[in-house]
């Protein structure tokens, strides 16, 4: 069966479920009178909210359509879909109550306004699909401004897994990440979020293009987001296009567009080369080519190849750990330690297998783990 | 176990299930890479939004938390165990999935564009516990610019149980709804509605009154919705307090407070009177005082009286019938159906006995086939 024919056939993939039986003797209790003293206890002490309700368990799963998978600018309706398979991962993976919420309207503020007025319903907010640069400040105003957890799965939930590929990546070519060179392709949410992890983590050596080319100090005419990035990358602030970035490069990561680059241009970077093409169904360059252009270690997106870099190896565990411990804030450093619980998970990487695979079950609960131990 | 232990034990009364076991067959066909087919799909014709995604069986519950059972204002995080509650009878005794959405904005403008905002998500909206006044104007604006149908619970939910109670009390009387007198106490949400459906139902003589006494054409200080009802109502112009309205009153409705009337204002009716007692937990008159009183029929918002008038015979039943039937909006005929099918019901109406037990698992596939035979 194939997806269009099973969303016929459920017309929808999650659904409600009572946690308590319907009955005459329980009508009372779920329902009126008897709900009129959990109503009077959290008007007293609002945090019993967190104790008493689905905002306990349950999380929005918030998204505008904006930049829905490689699809683009699809609209709300177009989005439903996909927002439904995360909340069915939400549930399936960590026991997280997760509800999509798609948004008829694409202005920042706007959107800002909406959520804030909704977040009293949930315990934590995953923004998704909200494209390059308005999410970065949907992102940030939402977390200084909400008292839950704001998390863009596209940005941090990419980051999280593409460094957990990389720590695992780099110990099976023993190089240190101080001293690797790193080309990245595409500075939208999850290039941006790469960038800024991968530095915390302690890189130095950094080269982002767009499809303009690399990211340099002056560039003209680049957004205030660029602008930062070209701050705080690109030691040497080299010129050029992409396959100039490669060269002589230890890690290539791409999150941008498919078939951008050829065997050959891998032939320039480093010897025992890694390469992350995460463009997805079509990666920047297919394995098979990659490795003919002598790259040690191939990742992509697809499931049909080896070392599969998915966000759902970060997301339900991040926000399983995040509500069990009312965490208000995901920080950079538990965006790092999920990275090395899910890289810890491979017992002996390889370059065939750097990453847990996408529906490892034990994932998700040493990811949540990260919270509790802070 | 009482309310608040259950709350404390289950963390909320609802949850979240997927229709489809995860495994790695079925994540590809659940998300991506095929959930894009869907989104296409939907993209190209936005009409199959509600054939392939939870929008065909979702309903929002959205409150602001202004007006809550008879709490009061006591903002959306108490508001929230309520409508959990409202969703878990959805789901039981119709099948619906019904989110709980409490806002923290109560401004009229802000929650009518948030209301919309949030809309793609939904196959319909229940509105719940919103304030009178501010009810009003948001559903029907809502009602205008939504696509969806859209239902004040508080206002038809309550008209449409009430008319199907006064039908079977009529039918015992035999009385006749032209010609009754009809003395209504509480001009908020519920007793507006019911007045309008009322009138639309035949009723020609229907006295009401708001705290501070009865509504009469030029009164001083009054609303517009009330200016409306006065044009509406009250025929002879009479004027005073609810007492001077019982007099010579076939039929009393109370939507508004504890022991308003005593049994010596009942004794003032017609004969074979009917009381429908409806403040909650505390009727406008305790149905032993009313039988004193000389109330031939009595009814409350009780379940442990008989005759108890509750929404929740009409609310499953009226989303049921509208989402299946993709019904853009819920009319005065459907709710006069709703009612009529609601009294069809008890076979034998008697004194005792005017509507069906709040859980019969028989009316809300007995009110949804109001939308189909339209």
Partial sequence: MNSIELSKLL??????????????????ILYTPGVA????AIAKNKKLVFEYTIRKNTVA???DGSAVLGLGNIGPEAALPVMEGKALLFKELAGVDAIPIVLAKQDTEEIIKI???IAPTFGGINLEDISAPRCFEIEERLKKELDIPVFHDDQHGTAIVVLAGLINALKVVKKDIKRVKIAISGLGAAGTSVIKLLIKYGAKNIVVSDSKGIIYRYREGISEVKRKISKMTNPENIKGKLTDALAGADVFIGVSAPNLIEAEDIRKMNKDAIVFAMSNPIPEIMPEEAKR???????TGRSDYPNQINNVLAFPGIFRGALDTRTRMITDEHKIKAARAIAGLVKNPNYGKIIPRALDRKVAEKVARVFYTN
Avoid: N
């Fill in 11 to 28: 017309g929808g993939k999650i659904e409600i479920k009572s946690k308590k039986k319907l009955t005459e003797r329980t009508l009372p």
């Fill in 61 to 63: 799963v918030v998204s």
């Fill in 293 to 299: 252009g002598g790259a040690k270690i191939i990742a």
């Fill in 37 to 40: 003293e959990v109503s009077k």
């Fill in 115 to 117: 959520v804030k007025a």
